[in-house]
């Protein structure tokens, strides 16, 4: 099974292929593409892959399935002997993903990089 975990609005959720996701609201209409790339970790049967912070070259491929508001969360106020009392209620709002693909590009090293390397290398082999 291929899944990873990203992070979306400040929260990780994990991702699974095939299956979807509910996010903090991305305000998008429903049917469009959205490219997720702050991917943390990538499982792909057994073989893991954890970013430092996130993985190089990861992304998800998700389309908008539909935003939603969450349960009513009730708030509720109350002061004995002052008559006090206040009721207020909240309802987020949500954004499901369908999770389509879960990709990882090879990180490629710059000529620059590799050559900066190579007289390092030599240099301590002496």
């Known amino acids: 099974m291929k899944y990873a975990i990203v992070e979306s609005g400040g929260k990780q959720y994990k991702a699974v292929e095939g299956s979807w996701i509910e996010v903090d609201r991305l305000n998008l209409e429903p049917g469009k ?7 943390l970790l990538i499982s792909d049967d ?15 491929s998700a389309t908008v399935v ?11 106020k ?5 008559r006090y ?9 949500y ?5 389509e693909k879960i990709a990882v590009k090879a ?3 710059s000529k620059a990089k590799q ?3 190579e007289p390092a290398a030599e240099a301590a082999a002496e």
């Open 107 to 109: 990180a490629k090293k």
């Open 115 to 117: 050559e900066t390397e």
């Open 46 to 60: 057994g073989k893991v892959t954890v970013g430092t912070p996130t993985v190089a070259g990861a992304q998800i």
């Open 95 to 99: 954004t499901r993903l369908q999770v």
């Open 66 to 76: 539909e935003e939603f508001k969450g349960p009513k969360v009730l708030i509720y």
């Open 33 to 39: 593409k959205v490219t997720l790339e702050d991917v």
């Open 78 to 82: 109350y002061h004995p002997r002052k």
């Open 85 to 93: 009392r206040l009721k207020k209620g909240h309802r987020q709002w």
